[in-house]
């Protein structure tokens, strides 16, 4: 059984030593890997753009004052084209302009090394905060999370901050408010994925918490406002539509996301049918909040699966969104063993291995098939990510529900014989 088998682990000092370190070193290897490849060394030097090259593309937009150019589509491509030194792949930008800001001091260093800074930095922070929060159950969620962790590093996005700053806010809202407050802030940098956690926060009347993350936001508006002029928000804006048309045309790489949306455009549904099915677990995924804070569990659970389900809720998530749902299941694994039978937990991990895989798989199958070059939108691959992650939703509400029945109305044990 999976479960048992590496739950087993956190007993056993050595093994969980050694299954730390097998996995840092992978991690470590893909890393020097990635930097090379970043760097355009040897073969790589005509190889397509991956998302930290879009980074590094927007950081040097700051400093030369048109970062609104991002945001219009036909500027942006002229720009990856340029950077790519021919045809490439277009990587759409809608991230708002705090993003930007964060990223301007990666324009003063090669793309390579950008991208070797930008990942060891987030994947430290991310380690440590999932280090804090699991104890013994690390290596178990390193096992578990390593797909996600692997093609979050392949592609240099930023799902290791996201992770370490929804953390935080995890580690702090119960005797740190201020602190929990400024990290849901700083997630305006993504903020579809703290839906979950401010609904939570809104709940449990977090209000020192809410309170610090709207200065945050505010604040940080205002600043990007002074730097960029008004127009930076109608720019974003224009292209948040702009994107919105191009998921409705099936124009993303809808095999590397995990939203239920994308699952059930590549399985046929028309583009509303699929919009709504979104909406429909998301309302589910919020409802298992508001059970989970308004009931009598542990805070750790509660947290858990609040943060589990946040990338449930928009249809824009993709699989290097995951590392936050291994935090989630950090915080929920303590509870998890005495609420779920041994077969839910070996479904919950494999529905978590699985969605982290599948991305990675599909990618090297296309490449190996069709070219490193081919483009996805072109063959078909079924977005299955976000039908394992709807099962593991609705696996996470069966376990709620069960574990806030008055006790009069669960199974009562059998009466011990005397």
């Known amino acids: 059984?999976?479960?048992?088998?590496?739950?087993?682990?956190?007993?056993?000092?050595?093994?969980?030593?050694?299954?730390?370190?097998?996995?840092?070193?992978?991690?470590?290897?893909?890393?020097?890997?990635?930097?090379?490849?970043?760097?355009?060394?040897?073969?790589?030097?005509?190889?397509?753009?991956?998302?930290?090259?879009?980074?590094?593309?927007?950081?040097?937009?700051?400093?030369?004052?048109?970062?609104?150019?991002?945001?219009?589509?036909?500027?942006?491509?002229?720009?990856?084209?340029?950077?790519?030194?021919?045809?490439t792949g277009f990587m759409p930008w809608t991230y708002p302009p705090q993003y930007g800001l964060l990223l301007a001091p990666f324009a003063f260093l090669p793309v390579g090394v950008g991208y070797l800074l930008f990942t060891t930095a987030t994947l430290a922070l991310y380690l440590l905060a999932l280090r804090a929060i699991s104890g013994t159950n690390f290596a178990l969620a390193l096992v578990i999370l390593f797909p996600a962790l692997a093609i979050t590093i392949g592609c240099g996005q930023n799902g290791f901050l996201t992770?370490?700053?929804?953390?935080?806010?995890?580690?702090?809202?119960?005797?740190?408010?201020?602190?929990?407050?400024?990290?849901l802030g700083a997630m305006v940098i993504k903020p579809h994925l703290a839906i979950a956690l401010g609904v939570y926060l809104l709940a449990t009347r977090r209000w020192l918490a809410l309170a610090t993350a709207a200065v945050v936001v505010v604040t940080s508006s205002l600043i990007c406002t002074l730097l960029f002029g008004w127009q930076i928000w109608i720019a974003w804006l224009g292209a948040i539509r702009e994107?919105?048309?191009?998921?409705?045309?099936?124009?993303?790489?809808?095999?590397?996301?995990?939203s239920t949306?994308?699952?059930l455009y590549k399985a046929g549904l028309p583009a509303s049918a699929a919009f709504w099915g979104q909406v429909v677990v998301g309302g589910l995924a919020l409802l298992a909040v508001l059970v989970g804070a308004a009931r009598g569990l542990s805070l750790k659970f509660a947290l858990g699966i609040t943060v589990m389900v946040s990338v449930m809720i928009s249809p824009y998530a993709y699989d290097y969104d995951l590392p936050i749902l291994g935090i989630g299941l950090a915080l929920a694994l303590?509870?998890?063993?005495?609420?779920?039978?041994?077969?839910?937990?070996?479904?919950?991990?494999?529905?978590?291995?699985?969605?982290?895989?599948?991305?990675?798989?599909?990618?090297?199958?296309?490449?190996?098939?069709?070219?490193?070059?081919?483009?996805?939108?072109?063959?078909?691959?079924?977005?299955?990510?976000?039908?394992?992650?709807?099962?593991?939703?609705?696996?996470?509400?069966?376990?709620?529900?069960?574990?806030?029945?008055?006790?009069?109305?669960?199974?009562?044990?059998?009466?011990?014989?005397?």
């Open 163 to 183: 992770g370490a700053l929804i953390a935080l806010v995890c580690l702090n809202v119960d005797r740190r408010q201020w602190l929990a407050g400024l990290a």
């Open 334 to 418: 303590p509870d998890l063993a005495g609420m779920a039978s041994s077969r839910e937990r070996d479904v919950a991990y494999g529905l978590i291995l699985f969605a982290g895989a599948y991305g990675l798989l599909q990618s090297g199958r296309l490449a190996v098939q069709f070219g490193q070059k081919a483009d996805p939108s072109q063959h078909f691959a079924p977005a299955l990510g976000g039908f394992a992650l709807m099962a593991l939703l609705v696996l996470l509400l069966r376990v709620l529900w069960r574990g806030t029945q008055p006790a009069s109305v669960l199974p009562q044990a059998a009466p011990v014989a005397k």
């Open 261 to 263: 949306y994308a699952a």
């Open 1 to 87: 059984m999976l479960a048992e088998t590496l739950e087993q682990v956190r007993f056993s000092p050595s093994k969980r030593t050694t299954y730390v370190r097998f996995v840092l070193a992978a991690l470590a290897a893909i890393v020097a890997f990635k930097t090379f490849w970043f760097a355009r060394w040897g073969g790589w030097a005509d190889r397509e753009l991956a998302d930290f090259d879009a980074f590094h593309i927007v950081a040097q937009r700051v400093w030369r004052g048109d970062l609104d150019q991002a945001y219009h589509f036909d500027a942006l491509l002229k720009m990856q084209m340029e950077a790519a030194g021919g045809v």
């Open 243 to 258: 994107s919105a048309s191009f998921l409705e045309q099936g124009f993303y790489p809808l095999f590397r996301m995990i």
